[in-house]
């Protein structure tokens, strides 16, 4: 019998529990060990994941626990003096987003875990969501014909009013970036693993809650090597049809010319053949627990199979360098008001 791999986390926020939950699930790994400032945080967290022991900081935790994947869940300020100090002491990293804070600090992460030899991953979920893979396999088999563009309209709703966000991510409130660099990252990298590579960006940018620092909506149009076309259309505020308006965070249809592929806020998808009035669901397999489908536990089941059976690795630290290079150049385009190309690494 294979022996489990050793996970120790780092944070105990609001989202850290969907990685707790899903590594206890997962066979082949074993949590030992939750780390947090907040004692009391990492000690219910400890508790209600069965981790035995807790730590306050990841010196002493790095310090006596033997660990072989180390799942960063802090806040990004703390993401690079995390990697910088167990880089070369845990073979593989896993580290939240938004990655190390921006493009600098991750530039700089990466090199940190290369030189060490330590695998640096990116968790990034949202490409794990089911629906997503699901249409990632539709247009593999050709479903669609020649894609022209895939629009994915973010409406949870749940940034109207003063006390936008703070009952579950607080800090949200005081992120100078928030839109782009929270939250349409993940749509960005959605887009990427539909649709392939990114030659040039074009965004308007807005706040519409004075209550917080950054923007909440907002456009973003991609342009792809391909010649197809993407746009992210993201409102905070406004909602859309759904019994959870956070399990799917909105509303996506991709067009082709033989068919248009259309996902709801329910998780169901609908394939309607160009010039019929017809939609038939298209059925794919998911559960509903977690977050989104369950694609926590589908991303990291994923690392898993990576480090036990060499499978390519989705989200690599370096291959995610592209999605904030893409953030970046959104933001130079809002202040410019003009397309920016950006290149291959």
């Not at 298209?282 to 690392?303: I, K, L, M, N, P």
Request: glycine letters at 8%.
């Amino acid at each position: 019998m294979t022996e489990s791999l050793k996970i120790a986390g780092i944070g105990a926020g609001f989202f850290s529990q969907f990685h707790h939950e899903a590594w206890r699930r997962l066979p082949d790994a074993e949590l030992l060990a939750i780390c947090d400032r907040d004692t009391s945080k990492a000690e219910a967290a400890a508790q209600a994941f069965g981790a035995p022991r807790t730590y306050d900081t990841a010196e002493v935790l790095l310090a006596n626990e033997a660990i072989d994947i180390l799942d960063i869940a802090a806040p990004p300020t703390a993401h690079l003096d995390l990697i910088r100090l167990a880089a070369g002491t845990v073979p593989t990293i896993v580290c939240q987003k938004p990655f190390c804070g921006g493009l600098a600090g991750a530039e700089e992460a990466c090199a940190i875990a290369a030189a060490a030899g330590t695998t640096l991953v990116v968790h990034e979920n949202f490409r794990f969501q089911p629906w997503f893979r699901a249409c990632k396999t539709e247009l593999e088999i050709g479903a669609l014909g020649e894609v022209y563009e895939v629009a994915f309209r973010l409406r949870p709703g749940d940034g109207q009013g003063p006390r936008a966000y703070l009952d579950r991510q607080p800090y949200f409130q005081q992120m100078e970036r928030f839109l782009l660099h929270e939250t349409a990252v993940h749509l960005l990298d959605v887009f990427r693993y539909l649709l392939g590579e990114v030659v040039a960006v074009f965004a308007d940018l807005r706040r519409l809650n004075p209550a917080i620092a950054g923007e909440d909506a907002g456009l973003v149009i991609l342009r792809f090597a391909s010649g197809s076309r993407a746009l992210f259309d993201g409102n905070r505020l406004a909602d859309h049809a759904a019994e959870n308006r956070r399990l799917t965070m909105g509303e996506m249809q991709i067009d082709g010319a033989e068919a248009c592929l259309r996902l709801d806020g329910f998780g169901r998808l609908f394939l309607r053949a160009h010039g019929s009035n017809q939609e038939d669901e298209v059925a794919y397999e998911w559960q509903d627990r977690g977050y989104g489908g369950d694609c926590v536990h589908s991303f990291q089941a994923h690392v898993l199979r990576h480090l036990r059976e060499g499978a390519p690795l989705e989200t690599r630290a370096e291959d995610y360098l592209t999605n904030l290079e893409l953030v970046e150049a959104a933001y130079r385009s809002n202040e410019s008001g003009r397309w920016e190309e950006v290149g291959p690494r």
